[in-house]
Each structure stands twice: as C-alpha cells, then as structure tokens.
C-alpha cells in the first residue's frame, strides 16, 4: 500500500471547522483515499472515502487535490466528541486489509 | 445490526496457558479480519478471511491460530504468548470487495485487550 503522512497531532476550537490533511504523493490509479478514526477505548470506525472527486457524508467532508497528491478530511463544525486519532489510508477498498499509519490525535478545546 | 461483538472484553493469561478470543458479525459480511494494537500505536493487520479462508495472514507467529468456523464466526487461539503480544486485538469485518462495484467500508469490534504475564 502507499504511504500517507499526516501531522502528529492538531488542535482545534469547539464548534469551529477542522481541516485534516494528509500526503499521499505515491498513490496509485486504483487506491481509494479511507479515513478512519478511533475514540479513545473505541475500535476504529469508518469516517469517508473518495476516489477522485470530493465526498461529503453526515459526519465529514473529503476534499481531494486534482492531481490526488494530497487530500484534506474536514469537520465541519468539531464537537468535544471528535476528539480521537484520524487516520488516512490507502488501497483499493479495504477487502485486503488497512494499513494504518501514525495518524494525527486531534485534540478539541471547549 | 451493524455491530462487530468481541469476547472477551479483558484476558489475562500465563505465558503456558492456551486461550481463545472470539468475534461475532451478524451483517452478512464474508470477509473478517485480526488487527493488534499495542498501547499508543495503530492497528497492524495480523489476518484476513475471505469466504471463510485464510487469504492473508502478515507473518504472524504460529503461537497465533486464526480460525473461522461460519461466515458469522471468527476466533483466535492463542498458546504459549510472551509478555510482548500483550496489546488490544480488534476484529474487523466487511463485504467482499467485487469488481470495484462496490466500496466495502470495515468494521470494527471494540477489542479485547490482552495481558499475558
């Protein structure tokens, strides 16, 4: 699977937007972009994926580079409840397995 | 129901003893999975079930044995362990993945954390 990097940890504002990046400049024609995140005591838990075009769901927005180098996770509006390790990863679909990198520990402030 | 159930919650266990975690899915998926955490690292896969066979298996120590008796079911058998693999072990599942039809999201169990003294 090709690498992601992502910032080791990043804060934000209760009830503020949160953007999320994450580098994945060796990525393939074929790698969906996942995020996953995992609450504290949680196992992990699927947030979005994309492929090429920006992605929105009830719990987050994707928004992915045109040249798919790079791409953001955005939280629209970050409650105390957000507040977990965000993970970007790479592959075809998730049916082979994750490959999970460090991730970035968002920390929210009330 | 989507939920992935794991048993049990917390195991401590000697280096000679011979335990057995359990995981359960109910949402029709045929494909499941054993991921380890240790404390403050992220989730390694350890093995991947297809159609209830073994299809991946990360060069885990034979002292693991994956085993999935139903399409529902999958256990882990653990015998002689060293302090080391003590970590959390989160089970997975998901549907298979068919011709870039479908995106087959994974979920996950809540773990049993593991101590093997």
């Known amino acids: 699977d090709a690498k992601t990097t992502q910032p080791n940890s990043m804060e934000s504002n209760e009830e503020e937007p949160v953007h999320l990046p994450c580098n994945h400049s060796t990525i393939s024609g074929t790698d969906y972009i996942h995020w996953y995140r995992q609450l504290p005591s949680q196992g992990p838990e699927y947030v979005i994926h994309?492929?090429?075009s920006n992605v929105n769901n009830r719990m987050a927005s994707l928004a992915i580079a045109e040249d798919r180098k790079s791409s953001t996770l955005i939280l629209h509006r970050a409650t105390l409840r957000d507040a977990a390790v965000y993970y970007c990863?790479?592959?075809?679909?998730?049916?082979?397995?994750?490959?999970f990198g460090k991730g970035t520990h968002l920390i929210i402030q009330p | 129901d989507t939920e992935v159930t794991q048993t049990p919650k917390h195991l401590v266990m000697g280096m000679t003893n011979k335990k057995s975690l359990k995981c359960e899915q109910h949402?029709?998926?045929?494909?499941m999975y054993w991921y380890k955490q240790k404390a403050k690292k992220p989730p390694e896969l350890m093995f991947v079930y297809s159609y209830e066979k073994l299809s991946i298996n990360e060069s885990v120590p034979s002292r693991f044995s994956p085993e999935c008796p139903n399409s529902s079911l999958l256990n882990l058998h653990l015998h002689a362990l060293q302090p080391e693999d003590s970590a959390l072990y989160l089970c997975a599942s998901s549907q298979r993945w068919t011709s870039g039809l479908t995106y087959n999201e994974q979920f996950f169990g809540p773990g049993t954390r593991l101590t093997v003294l």
């Open positions: 990863i790479l592959n075809r679909g998730g049916a082979d397995g994750l490959t």
């Open positions: 994309g492929l090429t």
């Open positions: 949402m029709g998926h045929r494909a």
